[in-house]
């Protein structure tokens, strides 16, 4: 996992790189309230790339953060005009790029903006200011159709997660949704089951997946996730299944279950699938459909869920779920997904709607009608 915090021989060098190179777009320049010192906001050059990406003093460079920059580059969805940098007395302080991608296929013209690689004095006075300022005045680079702007905070990965949330608050991006992770391990023996099995399992390659966009669009009704209901209530069920549907990489096809009762009618389903590292897979999700809620199949599920797993060879899952998602996280716990066992906690902060924080920008109205689902599948890792 990527760590970062300056004070290392790293941060200094790329202090060197960065100064290197002059004559850069100045976005605002005002007096700090920091001891009268300037605070400059600006967009990096290309050849800036490497040395911002070291600016956050990890050593190496984060390789999954440059990657993704580049890539993003590359295919428009960022540039060096929507990466920034903060800096102090002409000393880079901050950073961070926005990445601006469509919301979903069922809405193709919504763009949502993911806020990456923030990086602030996390030490200093002002950092909610400085961070705050990053963020609110490089909104107007945003192009055209960008409705909603999300940022994350989750202790596991990121330094400082505390004054990431406090940054977001007084940039005006609210709590969107908190969820809590789990870390299953298939050296620990699952929980043994409270009841006979009463359900069987296909995988959505015995099925098909109108089989499953059916279950799933069922199932979404009434759900206590935050991210989930939301969308739903945007695209509608239907489309919102679908969309999940497009998060099924063909290699975890056999993970993917649909639940039937003795009688063979669907009861739910659960998505096991390969999550950022090897070895490691998350629950990418789960449901039962709303008539036979409370009898205890989300159980089976899991359990299924943990099989499915192990025969795909996965030495853990890494798994998050909505902190007012209460049966869901009673179910976690009951089967061998441990809270305790993770720092992993996300805080998904959202400016919405952008129009709200820039002149002429979008009303309430032009966003539902354009905004649609984003990373709608289970763990996200920013
Ligand atoms: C969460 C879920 C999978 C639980 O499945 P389940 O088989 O009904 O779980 P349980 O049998 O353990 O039910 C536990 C209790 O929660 C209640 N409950 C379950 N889902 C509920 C909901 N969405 N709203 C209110 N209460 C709910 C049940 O009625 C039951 O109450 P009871 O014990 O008083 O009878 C199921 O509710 C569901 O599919 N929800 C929507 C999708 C979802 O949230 N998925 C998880 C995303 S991470």
Redesign the pocket.
Known sequence: MPSSGPGNGTYEASLGDFQAHTSLRIVKRAPSPHEGSMIAIRSIQPKELDAWLTLSGTLPADERLGRRVRAAWEDGKSGPAMTFVVERDARPVGRLVHISSPAATVLPTALETLILGLWLPWDADDVVDIGRRLIVETLGVLPEGVLAVDAYANPEYMPAAEIRRSVFEAAGMPLFQEKEGFLWRSSEADPPPEREPRLHFQSIEDVGQDSFARVMSR???????RQ?HYYRELVGPRAWAREMLGYLDPLDASAWLLALDGDGAEV?YVLVGAFDEPGQAT?V??????E????????E?LQAANAAARRRGFNRML????VV????L??MERNGHSSPATPWHVWHHRLEPVGSARPGGATPADRRRSTGPQRLA?RHRP
């Open positions: 199932a979404v009704i009434g759900t206590l996730d989930d739910g629950i999700h789960i449901g039962v459909v709303p036979v809620r409370g009898r205890g199949h989300v159980d599920l798994s998050d779920v909505d998602n209460a049966p869901m009673a179910a289970g």
